[in-house]
């Protein structure tokens, strides 16, 4: 069974850091790429990140470019999202999410998420 | 990028079929197949329901259905039940190596 934990979400002040991790088990890590969405309180999902399989490529949302950096260690099978600069607009509950297709490429099918990790940005 | 455009609510009575729009561009949903739906309902983790415009994963019903004409994708829902009372969010790869989902549909079974 796949499963996929998000951890390492909290209360940050406004231009502070933060670092997501998503634990990952039940399929082969590397084979599949992985990506963040988030929803901010009373809205939609908002895409933010994606890594391919063996993290040869990643992409950003335009809101979060320059911001947050997606990495994978196949080694701990995890998942993270290092979110500096942090603005309160940032706040939101944050989800991985594992693409369906194992060819490593990326292509926003997401087919398992975690139940999401709550980030508040707030002084 | 922007959102994706999606009716608000939608809604039907159990049995009967609804439809629900996804309008983006050119750029977006006009010029290419990857476009998904995500079914979620609150407080869970949102569900894969439609990916690549077709195609249904493995456990989604067959009540299920996605298409696209131009920049228009939709995602028909058949002999609603009240299971399918959600939001539902599409979602499109653009032209700029990135993906953008809807602004939802809230999904009421009346």
């Known amino acids: 069974e796949v499963q996929l934990l998000e951890s390492g979400g909290g209360l940050v002040q406004p231009g502070g850091s933060l670092r997501l991790s998503c634990a990952a088990s039940?399929?082969?890590?590397?084979?599949?790429?992985l990506s963040w969405v988030r929803q901010t309180p009373g809205m939609g999902l908002e895409w933010v990140s994606a890594?391919?399989?063996?993290?040869?490529?990643?992409y950003y949302a335009d809101s979060v470019k320059g911001r947050f950096t997606v990495a994978r260690d196949s080694s701990k099978n995890t998942l993270y999202l290092q979110m500096d600069s942090l603005r309160a607009d940032d706040t939101a509950v944050y989800y991985c999410?594992?693409?369906?297709?194992?060819?490593?490429?990326?292509?926003?099918?997401?087919?398992?998420w975690g139940q999401g990790a709550l980030v508040t940005v707030s002084s | 990028q922007s959102a994706l455009t999606q009716p608000a609510s939608v809604s039907g009575s159990p049995g009967q079929s609804i439809t629900i729009s996804c309008t983006g561009t050119?750029?977006?949903?006009?010029?290419?197949?990857?476009v998904s739906w995500y079914q979620h309902h609150p407080g869970k983790a949102p569900k894969l329901m439609i990916y690549?415009?077709?195609k249904r994963p493995s456990g989604v019903s067959n009540r299920f259905s996605g298409s696209k004409s131009g920049n228009t994708a939709s995602l028909i829902i058949s002999g609603l039940q009240a299971e399918d009372e959600a939001d539902y969010y599409c979602?499109?790869?653009?032209?700029?190596?990135?993906?953008?989902f809807g602004t939802g549909t809230k999904v009421t079974v009346l």
């Open positions: 999410a594992k693409e369906i297709s194992g060819s490593g490429s990326y292509y926003g099918s997401l087919d398992s």
């Open positions: 690549e415009v077709t």
């Open positions: 050119s750029s977006d949903v006009g010029s290419y197949k990857f």
């Open positions: 890594i391919t399989g063996r993290g040869e490529a990643t």
């Open positions: 979602n499109s790869f653009t032209s700029t190596n990135t993906f953008v």
């Open positions: 039940g399929f082969s890590f590397s084979s599949y790429a």
